[in-house]
Nanobody
Framework: VQLQASGGGLVQAGDSLRLSCAASGLTFSTYIMGWFRQAPGKEREYVASIRSGGSDTDYAASVKGRFAIFRDNAKNTLYLQMNSLRPEDTAVYYC????????????WGQGTQVTVSS
């Protein structure tokens, strides 16, 4: 299984960025997908998740209303649209997959760096 995250970069506060996560080696459409992030010196934290069908999403309070998670099951790709970025959104962003709600996040991508300057 491979999860390849991309799309990170250096942006200014208020800008937008879209992350992608290309999945292979798993039946993508059957997995719950999620985004996590880890800032320097902090623990990894949950950002958002989306059910296999794509209609059910969930967000951390810190990003709700600014970020949108969506997926294209035909392309085996997960996305995170990030709007109104803030310096505190600076982190390495990881995509992850799990087969069901009661299961752990089994698979992780390598991460993509997002840096938001003030």
């Amino acid at each position: 299984v491979q999860l390849q995250a991309s799309g990170g970069g250096l942006v200014q506060a208020g800008d937008s960025l879209r992350l992608s996560c290309a999945a292979s080696g798993l039946t993508f459409s059957t997995y719950i997908m999620g985004w996590f992030r880890q800032a320097p010196g902090k623990e990894r934290e949950y950002v958002a998740s989306i059910r296999s069908g794509g209609s059910d999403t969930d967000y951390a309070a810190s990003v709700k209303g600014r970020f949108a998670i969506f997926r294209d099951n035909a392309k085996n790709t997960l996305y995170l649209q990030m709007n109104s970025l803030r310096p505190e959104d600076t982190a390495v962003y990881y995509c992850a997959a799990r087969i069901g709600l009661v299961y752990p996040w089994n698979y992780w991508g390598q991460g993509t760096q997002v840096t938001v300057s003030s």
